[in-house]
């Protein structure tokens, strides 16, 4: 069997072959190289261009090293039939509780505002928020939403969930669809985006939507800075209807360092951090799903084209 790897961070790559290659010891692994034409049966790529994928002799499948299949379908190079499978958790749920978890944390419990006052050694008590007014809303609640919004249920935040079809998520109250939208928003005080990146939820996260949030509400972007207009949400912090924001995600990564994000200190920036691939997770993962596609069945996590995610 021929497999062939590409990772465009390009980071760990003798890692992420000995790992494979421990779930895969009789396959040939072999890394990508411009110039390689040759037959492949599997693909495990993570944002390759479109010459990898591209009228690829003999390949059954494509694996995804992460959860975002954005990038493989934005190239448009795989036929249609072709199963894209994405990795399923595989560690990544954790994280993103913990990131979530964390952020509505620091901004319901004030303390950005209390680093604030410490910097001018001010000692104040602030009013606390209300936690039965401070409705969490998770846009998509998928396998990272719901982990997420069990965490936050944990600490007692009403949770309420946003996806395309109704759920029955123990505790979550469920909006579903474009006619929802509006409800959803107006209830959320906190909105997190863990939504996949689609032609219909590109560039969701905009004037439009952000000013149906409640005045003083905060945003958490963990999913991809396309969902985001960045614009607009600079001008409603500015315009004070939004409090600040989280972005783990942005429409350019690395974010540049001219950037205005970098300059409000009403936003929080990390690196695309929130939920890393567990390599040896991931691994696993993929070893798993090719030996069962090789016995013919079809594998969770096989993208659904039609949605394209
Ligand atoms: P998932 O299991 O496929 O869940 C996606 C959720 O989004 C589902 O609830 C789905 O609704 C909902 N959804 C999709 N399109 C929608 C639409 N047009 N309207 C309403 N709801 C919609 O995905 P996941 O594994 O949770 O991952 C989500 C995304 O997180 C990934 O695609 C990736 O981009 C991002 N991510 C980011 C990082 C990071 O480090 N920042 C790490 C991992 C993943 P239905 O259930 O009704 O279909
Ligand atoms: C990371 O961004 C992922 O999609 O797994």
């Not at 003999?58 to 379908?73: E, H, P, Q, R, T």
């Not at 050694?121 to 609640?141: C, H, R």
């Not at 669809?177 to 928003?185: N, R, S, W």
């Not at 200190?265 to 090789?294: D, M, N």
């Amino acid at each position: 069997m021929r497999i062939l790897f590409y990772n465009a961070d390009n980071q760990h790559d003798d890692i992420w072959l000995s790992n494979l290659r421990a779930v895969l010891p009789q396959a040939d692994i072999r890394t990508w190289h411009a110039g390689d034409h040759e037959p492949a049966d599997y693909a495990v790529v993570w944002r390759p261009p479109a010459a990898v994928l591209q009228e690829r002799a003999g390949l059954k499948a494509v694996f995804n090293l992460g959860a975002g299949v954005d990038a493989i379908l934005q190239l448009g190079a795989l036929p249609a039939s072709l199963p894209l499978i994405r990795i399923d958790d595989g560690g990544m749920a954790i994280q993103m509780a913990e990131y979530a978890t964390h952020a509505v944390l620091r901004y319901f419990r004030r303390f950005d505002d209390y680093e604030r006052l410490a910097d001018k050694s001010t000692w104040e008590q602030l009013t606390p928020f209300d936690k039965p007014d401070f409705g969490v809303g998770i846009l998509g609640i998928g396998v990272l939403g719901t982990r997420i919004a069990g965490s936050l249920l944990h600490f007692g935040f009403p949770v309420h969930s946003w996806s395309r079809t109704a759920k029955d998520t123990p505790g979550v109250k469920s909006y579903a669809g474009v006619q929802q939208l509006d409800d959803f928003l107006a209830a959320s005080r906190v909105l997190i985006c863990m939504l996949p990146l689609t032609p219909e939820t590109s560039g969701i996260l905009n004037r439009s939507t952000l000013s149906k949030l409640p005045r003083g509400s905060y945003l958490i972007n963990v999913a991809r800075g396309g969902h985001l207009v960045e614009a607009d949400l600079l001008a409603l912090i500015h315009e004070g209807h939004i409090a600040g924001a989280t972005l783990d995600v942005f429409g350019e990564e690395p974010l540049p360092p001219a950037h205005p994000f970098w300059q409000e200190p009403r936003i929080s920036i990390t690196p695309h951090i929130s939920a890393l691939t567990v390599r040896a997770e991931a691994a696993r993962q993929v070893g798993g799903k090719i030996a069962a596609l090789e016995r013919g069945e079809v594998v969770a996590g096989t993208i659904d084209r039609t949605k394209g995610y």
